[in-house]
């Protein structure tokens, strides 16, 4: 039986700029690192910072250099623990 791999789907800028650099993209799904949950995420706010990240004018972020690109804006969320490696034994917000 062939297995067939579990994607994501993502908001990710794929450049810095205005908001049409920001793409819907598929990502594979991987299972957790040992000491990382994966969160299916319900829902996600976008917030000043990521938006002056996006236009890349807040440079404190990232690098030196700048965000690295592409990345996916809006980290704070609301969603279900799915997963967990095999070093967590516990998750809280």
Request: charged fraction near 20%.
């Amino acid at each position: 039986m062939k297995h067939e791999a579990m994607i994501y789907h993502s908001v990710t800028a794929t450049r810095l700029g205005p908001p049409s650099v920001l793409q819907i993209v598929e990502n594979d799904l991987r299972a957790p690192g040992p000491k990382e949950a994966r969160i299916r995420v319900l829902a996600a706010s976008v917030s000043r910072p990521d938006v002056t990240v996006r236009r890349g004018e807040a440079l404190y972020t990232g690098t030196p250099l700048g965000q690295k690109v592409p990345f996916t804006p809006g980290y704070a969320v609301i969603g279900d623990v799915e997963a967990v490696g095999v070093e967590v034994t516990g998750v809280s917000a």
